[in-house]
Structure formats: C-alpha cells, structure tokens
C-alpha cells in the first residue's frame, strides 16, 4: 500500500499540468497546478529537514483551510513526521492540552488571531521546539530556547540548499543576514562573531 506522499508524488508525475488546488486572490480564482504544488512541497520538506524535523515528530498545525495546510501537511509527512490538525475555533486551554497530550514539538500557526492563542500558553508548553507562521501582522518573539520563523524563511531555507539533493553554497555578501548551520564563534574586544563558511549558509534572508 502506498502513503499518501507517494501517492501525491504519483499524481503530480501523472498529471503535472491539472490544477491541485485553488485559492482565492483579489476576487478571483487562481490554479495551483500539481507539479507547482509538488515543488513547493519538496522545497518545504527540505527546509523543516535543515530545521532539525524528522520521522516520528509531532508536528501540529493550527490554521484554516488554506493551501499553506496542505502544503505543510504533505511536508510534514513526506518527513515522516505525525501530523496534528488543530482546529481553529479551539480555545489556547484546550490547544494546550492536544499539543501536551501528543507531544508536539514544531507547530505551524495560520495568523495573528492563532498565533496570540498560542502566546497564552507557550510557557506551558515545555516540548515546543518551534513555530512556524505563515503571515503575522506582529511577530513577537516566544521567550526562552523556543523559535519563531516564517514560512518564507523556512522555504528560502529548502531553495537555497538543495538541487536534486546536492548541496549548493549560497552568494553572500557583506551586510547580509543570514541563516547557517555550523561556524565558530570569536569574541573579540567582548564583541561575538561567528566565522562561517560559505557552504554552511542556509538562506540569506535579507
């Protein structure tokens, strides 16, 4: 029996062209064809991967139906990972309890309104690793070891890392922000830095 990743996959080969899913823009319908959809699926594995996500982790999402859900379902799952709808409508109490019950340790949240839920009850929730937004009209950070990146930030992550599993540096230059894997750090006159080579740089962000 196949999974569902490899039955999505089968489908985006089999019908590269056909729209996968449609999504309301200005007024008017727009098409996601299967092979974009496939792509920017592929993308988002890669980067949860560099995130650290893997088989067996509970990661949980609590957002609307939008394709940005579907997106980090079929990631989530191509990972191997065990996925955990949360529905919207839920009250940050009885959001605590699904995401302590199932062990939750990464959370993509939908918006500002999902997000503020989940500010409630962080403090008490001592597996989460991460949280993963899709669009926040302000970001506030979580506090503690816990981390917050968009979803952008994780797709740049997955662009600029993989081509057909091969690593690929990415083109730095002075004054960027970046996000790296490995480097050394230095501290010099009490000021820190971090030496890094080029081929440890997962994304430029800005």
């Given at each position: 029996m196949k999974t569902i990743p490899q039955q999505f996959v089968e489908t985006a080969s089999r019908y590269p062209k056909r729209p996968a899913l449609k999504f309301k823009y200005h007024g008017a319908y727009i098409g996601l064809s299967f092979s974009e959809l496939a792509r920017r699926v592929?993308?988002?594995?890669?980067?949860?991967?560099?995130?650290?996500?893997?088989?067996?982790e509970r990661v949980a999402i609590l957002s609307e139906n939008r394709t940005e859900w579907v997106r980090a379902d079929l990631a989530s799952m191509t990972l191997g990972a065990i996925v955990i709808p949360v529905h919207t409508t839920l009250s940050p109490q009885i959001i605590k309890h699904i995401l302590?019950?199932?062990?939750?340790?990464?959370?993509?949240?939908?918006?500002?309104?999902?997000?503020?839920?989940?500010?409630?009850?962080?403090?008490?929730?001592?597996?989460?690793?991460?949280?993963?937004?899709?669009?926040?009209?302000?970001?506030?950070?979580?506090?503690?070891?816990?981390?917050?990146?968009?979803?952008?930030?994780?797709?740049?992550?997955?662009?600029?890392?993989?081509?057909?599993?091969?690593?690929?540096?990415?083109?730095?230059?002075?004054?960027?922000?970046?996000?790296?894997?490995?480097?050394?750090?230095?501290?010099?006159?009490?000021?820190?830095?971090?030496?890094?080579?080029?081929?440890?740089v997962l994304a430029v962000i800005k």
């Open positions: 592929s993308v988002l594995a890669h980067g949860m991967r560099s995130l650290g996500i893997g088989a067996g302590l019950d199932s062990g939750t340790t990464r959370v993509f949240v939908s918006d500002q309104i999902q997000y503020n839920k989940l500010l409630r009850i962080v403090d008490e929730l001592p597996e989460l690793k991460t949280v993963i937004y899709f669009s926040l009209d302000h970001p506030e950070h979580l506090g503690g070891s816990k981390e917050l990146i968009s979803l952008a930030e994780v797709m740049a992550v997955g662009e600029g890392r993989y081509d057909d599993g091969v690593l690929i540096p990415m083109n730095v230059k002075v004054g960027d922000t970046v996000i790296f894997q490995w480097g050394d750090k230095l501290t010099v006159d009490g000021e820190e830095y971090w030496i890094v080579n080029e081929g440890s």
